[in-house]
T-cell receptor, first 114, second 113 residues
């Protein structure tokens, strides 16, 4: 158990809908990351937050947004969902936000869009 | 941006044999290289990492080697056990700036009892 908690574990929703994925980082970690894992794209970095502020942005679609709250938990909002958004979404955390910090992954939220 | 290539995509070994997974990277500024193990239905778990100031690191049956000149690094698992069966990912990131990991495409390791 990495200490990173994600909810929900599984989610099935229809195209066009909006969902929110929630993440609690390891105790004491200030930085949160979101990654998407799909069969054809592998593990793709979406976005990083550090102590409430956006730190880096990767291949995140404009239909997706995220935030990190004062208590350091994070939410990833996915809107106008398409079939191709079906994937495993991982939250991860690290003690600090700088490069080279060890990143610990949660168990993932499996999203199925039908 | 960084491009990490990983080989082989699948690997089957007999229990007790060694397994080697290789990765190459493109960005010469990368100098942090973690390896993750992902079991079915679970998130990636860090198993070992190496930074560019060392060429080799070992932790029990697992070792990682790094050749910065050639831009490649490898994972070595000795005395493999059935519980080593999983998908292994290599990754690379810079030591400065944002902390985004660039992952390889994964290697599915099967250890045959």
């Amino acid at each position: 158990d990495s200490g990173v908690t994600q909810t929900p574990k599984h989610l099935i929703t229809a195209t066009g809908q909006r969902v929110t994925l929630r993440c609690s980082p390891r105790s004491g970690d200030l930085s949160v990351y979101w990654y998407q894992q799909s069969l054809d794209q592998g593990l793709q970095f979406l976005i990083q937050y550090y102590n409430g502020e956006e730190r880096a942005k990767g291949n995140i679609l404009e239909r997706f947004s995220a935030q990190q709250f004062p208590d350091l938990h994070s939410e990833l909002n996915l809107s106008s969902l398409e079939l191709g958004d079906s994937a495993l979404y991982f939250c991860a955390s690290s003690p600090q936000g700088g490069a080279g910090n060890t990143i610990y992954f949660g168990e993932g939220s499996w999203l199925t869009v039908v | 941006g960084e491009n990490v290539e990983q080989h082989p995509s699948t690997l089957s070994v007999q229990e007790g044999d060694s397994a080697v997974i290789k990765c190459t990277y493109s960005d010469s500024a990368s100098n942090y290289f973690p390896w993750y193990k992902q079991e079915l239905g679970k998130g990636p778990q860090l198993i070992i990492d190496i930074r560019s100031n060392v060429g080799e690191k070992k932790d029990q049956r697992i070792a990682v080697t790094l050749n910065k000149t050639a831009k490649h690094f490898s994972l070595h698992i000795t005395e493999t056990q059935p519980e080593d069966s999983a998908v292994y990912f290599c990754a690379a990131s810079r030591q400065t700036g944002a902390n985004n990991l660039f992952f390889g495409t994964g290697t599915r390791l099967t250890v045959i009892p």
